[in-house]
């Protein structure tokens, strides 16, 4: 299940929305860009590790210098932590919602590696948004004007 959000511009009055979460991809499209070299080689060769999950979820990257932002893949591999305890349910409900999975009995994920997000306009780090909120401003694709979301959207 995806959700989003419904923008209006209050400058321009350009409708648009942004889609996150997962809807009904479960990863193979993220793992054949990154096998095909889409995201890094350092990337490409770190997939290969034993272990190794990717989130199947879009985010929300912006741009906190040019308030620039888009959706796109979380570009973290991650792995099990051997130094952890066997994962609860509330924890392994918790990947799932991320869009990883760690089963019964599984040791839970850490981060194994990440690529960073670059704002294609100032080419600034992009912060990534991970939880889903009620409420989010964003500034409109066409003129630049910040604008609150003015309603939520569930995606499949």
Known sequence: MGWGYSFICKKCQKEYDVYVGAGEDD???????????????????????????????????????????ETGPDLTLYIHDEDKPPASGIEQLEYSCRGLSVWPGERPLKPFWRKECLCKRCNSPM??????????????????????????????
């Open 27 to 69: 990863g193979r499209n993220l793992l054949m860009d990154i096998a095909a070299g889409k995201y890094g080689e350092e990337m490409r060769q770190g997939v290969d590790t034993p272990g190794i999950q990717v989130s199947s979820n879009l985010f929300l990257y912006v741009c906190d210098k040019c308030h620039n932002w």
């Open 127 to 156: 912060r990534m948004i991970e939880e889903e909120t009620a409420s989010i401003s964003l500034a409109c694709p066409e003129c630049g004007e910040i604008n609150a979301n003015y309603a939520e959207i569930l995606w499949d």
